[in-house]
């Protein structure tokens, strides 16, 4: 079985965490755009002001500056 090698995989450049992190959170609230623009899901302001993502399923996610977390 081949392995990949790991030599150099925690040296970083000054940033490039914080740079991935917008990356990826440019990347999940496009999915999420997606997905409210198909009809497959929507967005809501919660009762305390927070974004909250509603599937059809039932599911809710409240949307925080770095995080996803269902709540039901």
């Known amino acids: ?3 990949s090698s790991a030599a150099g995989a925690n040296i970083q450049p000054p940033g490039s965490a914080a740079v ?3 990356d990826a959170k440019s990347q999940v609230l496009a ?3 997606g997905l409210v623009d198909a009809g ?3 967005l809501r302001h919660g009762p305390k002001g927070e974004t909250e993502l509603r599937l059809p ?3 809710v996610f409240v949307l925080g500056e770095v995080s996803v977390t269902r709540v039901a």
């Open 40 to 42: 497959k899901a929507e």
């Open 1 to 3: 079985m081949a392995s």
């Open 20 to 22: 991935r992190r917008e």
């Open 57 to 59: 399923s039932g599911e």
């Open 31 to 33: 999915a999420i755009g």
